[in-house]
């Protein structure tokens, strides 16, 4: 007969193992989220650094995303202004064709690696609050989430008043962000893994991969993000 103690290691063994699986898989549920940072994701691709990165990205697959991106920033608009307050179903089955679109380019793995860069470029406070497998991936408490909701709102605000003083620097052809901004960046980005424990910012660097630090311009020098230049 199995003791009580020998059940609950199992329970936990394999919650251990579904945690690990699902932070560096699929997102088993979707949201409006999820599909714009994917579709996003299209967009860094033509970027050279992100080509340089993600293993067998050529640069004319660079530009079908980016085409592929334009493309699905339309249709995802269509969709919100179709569906005011859209059903898991109907995010799904959306985002389910955007995936189909997108590997019809690349392959799996450089699609996910893309997405890796892409959620850097969020952050762990909008990743960690916005993703929707969030309370497997991290186990966020309640108090957590709100925390970190705090956090990124906070430094949204700052961001963009940071942004209005920089204007000038954020429109020319820089190869990074203005210090000011970058500072915010990793300031908000420190505040929010300070708020999680040890295994949650364990669960946020497999979920991003290898850290991304070059610039996210194309081969015309043109920002591929519309929020950042470089990382962090």
Known sequence: MTSPSACLLTTLTVALVLTSNLVAAEPTSKNQWIVYTTVQACALAEATSVQADVEGLTAKQGKQLRDLHEQWETKVKQFSKANRQPTEEQITQLYNELIADILKVIKRPQLTRLQQIQFQCEGPARVAVRHPDTAIAFGLTEKQHSKIFMIEMK??????????????????????????????????????????????????????????????????????????????
């Open 155 to 232: 430094y949204q605000q700052m961001h963009a008043e940071a942004a209005l003083k920089n204007l000038p620097q954020i429109g020319s052809q820089r190869q990074t962000d203005p210090p000011a901004i970058i500072k915010l960046r990793k300031d908000r980005n420190q505040e929010a893994l300070d708020a999680m424990t040890q295994p949650q910012r364990d669960a946020w660097e497999k979920l991003v991969g290898e850290p991304f630090a070059d610039p996210l311009l194309s081969a015309q020098g043109k920002r591929v993000h519309p929020k950042l230049i470089s990382l962090p």
